[in-house]
């Protein structure tokens, strides 16, 4: 079976600190993915990667980066955190372009 | 732009009983659907995926419709269990081309009572 691994299930940090979030997937995946998900609004992309070093903005960038040097690891970097990006973020990985996404069981960031 | 509709935020029935859960999508042609299942402080799981050309699928008491014409999608869960309360989510590609990108519903919120 698939897993995706994410480094903390809960994490607290004060507002204007650089938060990392960290996800390991273990089946050699192509594709990996942040989203964050709110009540009310769903699951909304953040970034994505289709490749080692490469990455594409998903639709909620803004106050984020991402890092992929390694297949098996794609990090979410929140450069100067705010109370706004308190939500609940998870990380998937896909073989392909039109494969099912894995998920992790999510990390959920308060920022203070 | 593309956008998706799932018809409630919540859903109760009764444990034997078949739920249904409908996906509609507006604004362009998916080239497939998938549903997804997540519980409460989990990530979503995957269920089942449809393609554009298949009319039906089926996974044990699972099964899933995919109407192109009348751009919706419906997820039948038939002699249905306590164990199947969850929030049951559809996810469509958010190109024709079945790019790396999907986009999900909010999700149904359905509860089995016994």
Redesign the interface.
């Known amino acids: 079976d698939v897993k995706?691994t994410q480094s903390s299930r809960y994490l607290v940090k004060r507002t204007g600190e650089k938060v990392f979030l960290e996800c390991v997937q273990d089946m050699d995946h192509e594709?990996m993915?942040w989203y964050r998900q709110d009540p009310?609004?769903?699951?909304r992309?953040i970034y994505?990667s289709?490749d080692v070093k490469m990455k594409?903005k998903?639709d909620i960038p803004e106050g984020y980066s991402v890092s992929r040097e390694k297949k098996e690891r794609f990090s979410l970097i929140l450069e100067s955190a705010s109370t706004n990006q308190t939500s609940m973020y998870?990380c998937?990985s896909?073989r392909l372009?039109?494969q099912?996404?894995?998920?992790?069981?999510?990390t959920r960031l308060s920022i203070l | 732009s593309q956008k998706i509709e799932q018809n409630s935020e919540a859903l109760n029935i009764q444990e034997g009983k078949t739920a249904t859960l409908t996906c509609n999508y507006t604004n362009y042609s998916p080239?497939?659907l998938?549903w997804y299942r997540q519980d409460p402080?989990?990530?979503?799981?995957?269920l089942l995926?449809i393609r554009e050309n298949e009319k039906e699928k089926r996974k044990e008491r699972l099964k899933v419709t995919f109407d192109t014409t009348l751009k919706q999608s419906l997820f039948h869960i038939t002699a249905s269990q306590p164990a199947d309360s969850a929030t049951y989510?559809c996810a469509l590609?958010s190109l024709r081309s079945?790019?790396?990108?999907?986009?999900?519903?909010?999700?149904t919120r359905l509860s089995i009572r016994p």
């Open positions: 995706v594709n993915f009310g609004l769903g699951l992309l994505f289709y594409e998903g998870l998937a896909s372009s039109n099912p996404q894995h998920f992790g069981d999510g | 080239a497939y998938q402080g989990r990530g979503p799981v995957f995926l989510l590609p079945s790019a790396s990108k999907i986009i999900f519903g909010s999700g």
